[in-house]
Structure formats: structure tokens, C-alpha cells
């Protein structure tokens, strides 16, 4: 059962546009939404993560969107580079003991180009 | 600092052949450990997670099986390999508490021919 949908599968933006990638979640009792960054032949890192309690968090050019009500959130890259060029998963989580796990997305292929 | 190490980074083993991945993490005790598999087009797919030492968790019937016989060493297995078991697998280890983050290893590919 996919309790994470990720949105769209593959997403080309030219230097210097925004990127967008969307999630949907179904479980309300996910309280924590990571985004994770990942290189060919790499394992992913945390780009950035959010908690229901707020709306946004900017870092740099990276932001997330969070809609509660929908069980939405996305991620928003601005002035996108080629160097931001890679895989990105959403993912979410119950961060509470005795549940430790971390439920991702599919993934969403970026390609920035010249 | 915390760092984890996963190997081998590539392996090609034929069909029925025996499997042993191996992750260890340093500079941090009683991790919640992950093993997970990456295909195309379907994200990463958990396999087992760990909370302490022996204790398992498998989140799919396959044709591994995964072991922790020391607090930060996660072992990944298979007794008879197959031809959908090639992919990109990823250990990972969380922390305690909440909304931390999980550190990923550099992965293993693993082609079964």
C-alpha cells in the first residue's frame, strides 16, 4: 500500500525557473515530511523537512509547502541550477517510539538544463 | 561524527547463489536500522527495519532475510538468489526522537545474472 504519492515522475526546468514537486499523503498521523536529494550511483540526503505545525519552511532556494487540510505538501526549488539536477523523494513519517519508519515517495527525476 | 559504511558497492552474483550485504554505523549506539531496495520507477522499497539487536521487522514476503547480530551492524541475506532481486540496495539508520533524520549509505548494485 503506497501511502505517499509523489508527483510527476520526471520534471525538466530550464536554468533559472522553479521547480515543483508535489506529494500527497493518506495517513493523518504523519507528523514529520522530509525531502531527500539524491546523486546517480548515491544514497539520498535530507534536503530539507517539515512538521504540520507550520506552513512553509524556506532554506536558500529549497522551500516547502505544507497543506494540512489537503495532506499535500511540496517541494519548490528557485533560480533552479544544473548542479540541483537529480532524483528527490518526499517522504513521511510518525515520529513517535514504536514507529520507526520512514515511508517514501517514488521519486521525481529532475533535469536542469542550459 | 556518525557515519555509516555499506558494502560491497557493486556485486554480480548468478541466479541461486547465496547473498550477504553487510552495513555498519559508528558514532552512535542503538540506531533503528533500515535496509532498503531502490527499483526504477518505484522509489525506495522497505525491506526490514531494526529497532535493537535481534529484533527484525520485515515489511515484505521475499526471498531475503535480514539479521543484527551486533547494536550497529545490519546484515542483509538470501540463501538462493533470483533474477528480481537485482537492484540498488540502501541501508539507512535513524536516530530516537522526533522528526530525525535517516542517514543513508553509498548503496550496493546488485545484479543477478
Known amino acids: 500500500q503506497q501511502q505517499v504519492k509523489q508527483s510527476p515522475q520526471s520534471l525538466i526546468v530550464q536554468k533559472g525557473g522553479i521547480s515543483i514537486i508535489n506529494c500527497a499523503y493518506e495517513?493523518?498521523?504523519?507528523?514529520?515530511f522530509p525531502w531527500y536529494q539524491q546523486f546517480p550511483g548515491k544514497g539520498p540526503a535530507l534536503l530539507i523537512a517539515i512538521r504540520p505545525d507550520v506552513s512553509e519552511k524556506k532554506e536558500g532556494r529549497f522551500t516547502i509547502s505544507f497543506n494540512k487540510s489537503a495532506k499535500q505538501f511540496s517541494l519548490h526549488i528557485m533560480d533552479s541550477q544544473p548542479g540541483d539536477s537529480a532524483t528527490y523523494f518526499c517522504a513521511a513519517a510518525i515520529s513517535n517510539f514504536g514507529n520507526e519508519k520512514l515511508t517514501f515517495g517514488t521519486g521525481t527525476r529532475l533535469t536542469i538544463i542550459p | 561524527s556518525q557515519t555509516i559504511h555499506q558494502w560491497p558497492a557493486t556485486l554480480v552474483q548468478p541466479v541461486g547463489s547465496p547473498l550477504s550485504l553487510e552495513c555498519t554505523v559508528e558514532?552512535?549506539?542503538?540506531?533503528?536500522l533500515y535496509w532498503y531496495r531502490q527499483a526504477a520507477g518505484r522509489g525506495l522499497q522497505l525491506l526490514f527495519y531494526?529497532?535493537?539487536?535481534?529484533?527484525i521487522s520485515s515489511e515484505v514476503p521475499q526471498n531475503l532475510s535480514a539479521s543484527r547480530p551486533q547494536d550497529r551492524q545490519f546484515i542483509l541475506s538470501s540463501k538462493k538468489l533470483l533474477l528480481s532481486d537485482s537492484g540498488f540496495y540502501l541501508c539507512?539508520?535513524?536516530?530516537?526522537?522526533?522528526?530525525?533524520?535517516?542517514?543513508f549509505g553509498q548503496g550496493t548494485r546488485l545484479t543477478v545474472v
Open positions: 558514532g552512535t549506539s542503538n540506531p533503528n
Open positions: 531494526s529497532v535493537g539487536i535481534g529484533q
Open positions: 539507512a539508520w535513524r536516530g530516537d526522537g522526533q522528526g530525525t533524520e535517516a542517514f
Open positions: 495517513n493523518t498521523a504523519f507528523d514529520y
